[in-house]
């Protein structure tokens, strides 16, 4: 029996006996990548990458204490959560204490996308309704109740099959982008634009009521990262908030990408719009296991207590994937990782910035923590997106060392989430590189 497969067997399988749905990064040249350590990978020949958005491996690539405590309760049991065990009520209050007091009931996944689903159902349950609003641009997971409100998705495919997504109880707002969405920073003032998105939310529920109909739910990522790494006007939350309570309506935040502690200065980033707001549902998931499929609602008692189906996640809440998690939880705290997240993601800002003031092609620098994105464009004024530079920095990169992604509706922002052990060592390498980059291009 051979020991390793070829690379070309590898490929020609994947091709030809696997789901092609799945795109590779770097179609034309993929990574073998054998090991991970901290923020770092490594291929088949040894060659180090730095990894700037696996937001998985959140508390850094196979990290050993999370590694070891998946391995001690894999040896001890595995059961559903069915049975008595210590470590379920252990993950439910370590997480219940990062959240607002309200937010004190937990549903364990496996997914993100499971997570999201479950969200859905309890706010539709919670009022007997079915209309939700989401974002343009917006992503949340894979099964089918959510590619009806990923309009990120939408986009990528022919109309013929995004319409078999569209569904009648869905409704699109305009993504809070004020550098490059539908109310711009350079023809109003935050404030103004602030107001004028939260009226696009307002309007649908308008004419949702004029139908004699009501949201059960706005569901948004706390910042949107496929959208572009977007951070909203300040006011926008809360403003929709109000919008949402007065018409009975709840709110979902999707923090599967941007939370535990990635923000730097809190544990979720739904906290960063101040402390009076606070969503009615939260749902968490990939850096949850760092790696291991495991997933969260988080939700008010009054919520909980409206879901009236049975609900039993054979995976969800089991001994071992609640001791990963509270691993996970862990060492963010014992590695200081929330205050390098800050630490880091303002030096990262602060080198993305410089950058800026050097190459005209960078429009916009933007970030929280080590959630940061660089938008490019062909002219400052107009902001006209520069999809083929983003492409050529990330292809570039790729050979050097350097694993970026570029993401939002024109695929010209470059964005960073890596590991949160990242350095500012990791920020000037990659920095250094990107800077000659686009001086050749
Ligand atoms: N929400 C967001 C914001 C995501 O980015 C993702 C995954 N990319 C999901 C939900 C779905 O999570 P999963 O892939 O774990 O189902």
């Known amino acids: 029996k051979k020991e390793r497969l070829s690379t070309s067997e590898i490929l020609d399988i994947r091709k030809t006996k696997y789901g092609p749905s799945c795109m590779l990064f770097f179609e034309q040249a ?17 060659t180090r990458y730095i990894d700037c958005i696996n937001n998985v491996a959140h508390v850094g690539h196979s990290h050993p204490r999370v590694t070891e405590a998946a391995v001690k309760q894999m040896k ?45 159902q309890l706010t539709r349950m919670f009022r007997h309704r079915h209309d939700i609003i989401t974002l343009d641009n917006a992503y949340h997971g894979t099964v089918t109740s959510l590619q009806q409100i990923n309009p990120y998705k939408w986009k990528q495919v022919e109309k013929e099959t995004s319409d078999m997504y569209r569904s009648q109880w869905v409704h699109v707002v305009p993504a809070p982008d004020s550098y490059r969405g539908k109310y711009r920073d350079d023809e109003y003032t935050m404030e103004e634009l602030t ?25 948004l990522e706390s910042m949107q990262s496929c959208g572009g790494q977007i951070i909203y006007p300040l006011g926008y939350l809360k403003g929709i908030k109000r919008i949402m309570d007065e018409c009975g309506g ?54 909980s207590q409206s879901f009236k189906l049975p609900y039993f996640n054979t ?35 602060d080198q993305m910035r410089e950058l800026a003031s050097r190459h005209q092609c960078i429009g916009d620098v933007r970030g929280r923590g080590l959630f940061c994105g660089m938008d490019l464009v062909l002219d400052r004024t107009t902001r006209e997106p520069a ?40 920020v000037d390498e990659v920095i250094t590189k990107i800077d000659k980059l686009l001086y050749e291009f």
């Open 30 to 46: 993929p990574l073998r990548i054998e090991r991970g350590s901290g923020q770092y990978m490594f291929d088949e020949e040894g």
């Open 76 to 120: 001890q049991l595995y059961t559903n959560n069915r049975y008595l065990h210590d470590n379920l009520p252990r993950l439910v209050e370590k997480i219940t204490q990062t959240m607002p007091t309200d937010l004190s009931v937990c549903y364990f996944t496996n997914s993100g996308s499971e997570a999201n689903d479950l969200a859905l």
């Open 195 to 219: 107001d004028l998105y939260v009226q696009e939310v307002q309007h649908v529920v308008d004419d949702l009521r004029g139908q004699g109909r009501a949201p059960a739910a706005l569901i």
């Open 250 to 303: 709840l709110i979902i935040a999707d923090e599967v990408q941007v939370g535990f502690g990635r923000v730097g200065d809190h544990w979720w980033a739904f906290q960063q719009y101040g402390a009076d707001f606070v969503p009615d549902i939260v749902t968490i998931g990939k850096p949850m296991g760092n790696g291991h499929p495991v997933a969260a609602v988080v939700t008010t008692k009054e919520i």
């Open 315 to 349: 995976y969800g809440g089991n001994p071992v994937s609640c001791a990963i998690a509270l691993a996970v939880l862990e060492v963010i705290e014992t590695d200081g990782l929330m205050e390098n997240a800050k630490i880091v993601g303002n030096y990262l800002m």
């Open 387 to 426: 999809t083929e530079l983003a492409k050529y920095i990330v292809g570039k990169l790729r050979y050097d060392g350097v694993i970026l992604s570029r993401d939002g509706p024109h695929e010209n922002v470059l964005k960073f989430k890596p590991p949160m052990c990242f350095s500012k060592q990791d």
